[in-house]
């Protein structure tokens, strides 16, 4: 039974919380068959903004927005920023691109070629830059760097000149600034992944110091791996960074978070709050790509997904857990965790919105704004924003 303070504690945590919606996201994207183009899509930086800020004005905990590099370059990142926040946002993560250049075909920092490996930490430190002028408090790295074949390279000395290159840009972070090493256990490589999996990030993250810390992308695991146990020992170990959030049904689908296990999400909800994650230290970015479905709504009703998430594993009674675990109540300590799972949480959210000023249906607010019709009618010519261009 969860008494009228708490009620009042979930509401205020539930307010505070804040989630990342990715640039990208806002562009059209597609599989490797199709990039299907839609109306009114972004043709700037500047136009991802004025998505990004609809989204926080729908939902109200949706402030930062993360940049891709160079997909979101220009020319002046303070003046970008500055954009930013008089639409009532701030620049967030910055996530680097050693994927997309033809140099970079056998890998970045981890290629065999030194000319190839100083290219790769050039683009990195160039990022690190750019935070300095938006003010951005992380960098995202994501190394598409592995191998396809047995023998292809050196397994071990490709970990050598990884950490090298890590070392790199550590070193010219400022106070305030980290680094987040996100892993993947395959693709583009199918045979070995340089960053194939969190304790690979981790032995990384821990040789770096303090500002390395880990970022879990929920998309990048095998079936049936238990994500909140690795989110778990992360925040024990002080090292988690942040999530790039999203759903995957096969691989890396990068679906809206919440959609294809609801479940799982509550779970890795539940371990956050646990480990003390719900605190500015933790990044609560999407990282997602909207192929079929419109891109505004789609994005929040990510932000709403992992609301509900938050909220249920908030009400989940703590006491009751630990004294049904205490006494060895495998049922009962399931039935606490399953109540609280179990919970429709849309009238709290909505009460919660109510309280912010928003309306308690983002959704339809936006729908009824017209801004879906206005972009459509506006973002003609040009060319549109889109993953990869
Ligand atoms: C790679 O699959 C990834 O998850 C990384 O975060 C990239 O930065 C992002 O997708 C966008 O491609
Ligand atoms: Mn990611």
Not at 23 to 42: E, I, L
Not at 86 to 113: K, M, W
Not at 219 to 236: K, Q, Y
Request: net charge negative; hydrophobic share 40%; charged share 25%.
């Amino acid at each position: 039974m969860t008494s009228r303070s708490d009620v009042t504690a979930v509401k205020a945590a539930l307010k505070t919380q804040a989630i990342e919606t990715p640039s990208w996201a806002y562009g059209n994207s597609g599989t490797r068959f199709k990039v299907f183009a839609q109306p009114g899509v972004p043709r700037s930086p500047r136009e991802k903004l004025d998505d990004a800020a609809k989204v926080h004005e729908f939902t109200g905990v949706a402030p930062t927005v993360a940049l891709h590099i160079p997909w979101d370059r220009v020319d002046d990142y303070a003046a970008l920023a500055r954009y930013a926040g008089e639409r009532g946002l701030r620049l967030g993560a910055v996530n680097s691109n050693t994927f997309q250049d033809d140099d970079y075909r056998l890998g970045s920092i981890c290629h065999p070629d030194a000319t190839v490996r100083r290219k790769a930490v050039g683009h990195l430190l160039e990022c690190v830059d750019i935070m300095d002028a938006t003010g951005s408090r992380d960098l995202k790295l994501w190394f598409a760097d592995g191998t396809n074949y047995p023998g292809q390279d050196d397994l071990r000395g490709r970990q050598d000149r990884l950490a090298e290159g890590l070392v790199q840009v550590y070193d010219r972070l400022g106070d305030g600034q980290r680094m987040l090493l996100e892993y993947k256990f395959f693709e583009p490589a199918f045979y070995a992944t340089d960053v194939p999996d969190w304790g690979t990030a981790y032995a990384h993250c821990l040789k770096l110091g303090e500002k390395a810390r880990v970022v879990v992308d929920t998309g990048h695991h095998a079936p049936g791996t238990n994500i909140e146990f690795i989110v778990s020992t992360l925040l024990r170990e002080r090292k988690l960074g942040g999530f790039d959030f999203n759903s995957r049904f096969y691989a890396d689908d990068d679906l809206m978070v919440g959609a294809a296990d609801p479940f799982q999400l509550f779970r890795i909800m539940y371990e956050v709050i646990r480990g003390g994650g719900l605190a500015p230290g933790t990044a609560f970015m999407l990282d997602q790509c909207h192929n079929i479905e419109a891109k505004i709504p789609a994005i929040i009703r990510s932000v709403m997904n992992v609301q509900e998430a938050t909220a249920k594993a908030l009400l989940v009674d703590g006491e009751a857990l630990d004294a049904a675990q205490r006494s060895g109540d495998v049922l009962e300590a399931n039935a606490v965790l399953m109540d609280a799972y179990n919970t429709d949480v849309r009238p709290l959210l909505g009460e919660v919105r109510t309280e912010l000023g928003l309306d308690a249906d983002p959704i339809a607010a936006y729908r009824r704004s017209g801004w879906q019709e206005r972009i459509a009618a506006e973002r003609v010519g040009g060319a549109q924003a889109g993953w990869g261009a």
